[in-house]
């Protein structure tokens, strides 16, 4: 369970969120829409510790981040594939991650095995991995502890078509077995065919928040997601 209320987010005199509220709930897969700029990394990042609200509060599983018991077990992250070192290996990074956590080596394998990374593959240092590569090693990480909840900044970029269909099974496979995930995505066909519930943000604000089918009123979710922005901008000019 992912829960925002009421977050507003000041950088300097950029109102980066403003009075964001929405859940994410046990067994739902929450598209996170925006175009450039709305505020979608912010509110990740409030939301996992690494950066203050101004004001209002962003909780997983009922808590802040910080006050999380174990949140390597409680929640996965994915906010930059670019963020580790170059010069380590995917299986390096992997194995940093379950000792961190206290996990068997062997967990290393089967998460190797999840996102598709071969043996041989593993065992490249990352700097010469493609993007595509970097996304899954990221949501390989975000997987170790098998965690309640996922979240996921823009996880398809990069990932060729075998990859985003392979990703959306996982999703779905992880959803099914009651995790909230959180899933912010350029992508608008592939969102609306893996998330069940989308938030739409505009300059901060959240502009509109439901099921898939509520949000395209039949005529698919990237018009109403450009209708939505547009008017936004246009409310703000
Ligand atoms: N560290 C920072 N200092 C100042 N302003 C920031 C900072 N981080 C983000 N911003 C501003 O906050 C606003 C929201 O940015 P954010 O990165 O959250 O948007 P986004 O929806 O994730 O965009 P994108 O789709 O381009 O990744 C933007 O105006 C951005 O310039």
Wanted: aromatic share 4%; with cysteine; proline share 4%.
């Amino acid at each position: 369970m992912i829960e925002f209320s009421h977050v507003s987010k000041v950088y300097k005199g950029v109102k980066a969120l403003d009075e964001v509220s929405f859940t994410v709930g046990p067994g739902s897969i929450t598209g996170f829409l925006g175009p450039n700029g709305a505020g979608k990394s912010t509110a990740m990042r409030v939301l996992v510790g690494l950066c203050r609200a101004t004001s209002g509060s962003a909780t997983v599983l009922g808590r802040p981040y910080a006050e999380l018991d174990r949140p390597g077990f409680q929640v996965g992250t994915l906010l930059d594939a670019a963020a580790q070192h170059p010069g380590r290996t995917g299986r390096e990074i992997l194995t940093l991650g379950a000792m961190t956590l206290g996990l068997p080596r062997s967990r290393v394998d089967e998460v190797l095995d999840l996102v598709g990374l071969s043996g041989k593959e593993s065992r490249r240092t990352v700097g010469g991995y493609s993007l595509g590569m970097r996304q899954r090693l990221g949501i390989g990480h975000a997987l170790l502890g098998r965690p309640a909840v996922l979240v996921l900044d823009e996880p398809a970029n990069g990932l060729d078509p075998q990859g985003v269909q392979w990703m959306r099974g996982l999703l779905r496979g992880l959803s099914d077995a009651g995790c909230s995930v959180l899933l912010s995505s350029h992508l608008l066909h592939e969102v609306e065919r893996v998330a069940d519930r989308i938030v739409m943000i505009g300059r901060g604000r959240v502009l509109a928040q439901g099921t898939v089918e509520e949000l395209s009123r039949g005529r698919g979710l990237e018009r109403t997601f450009l209708d939505l922005t547009a008017h936004a901008d246009r409310s703000a000019a």
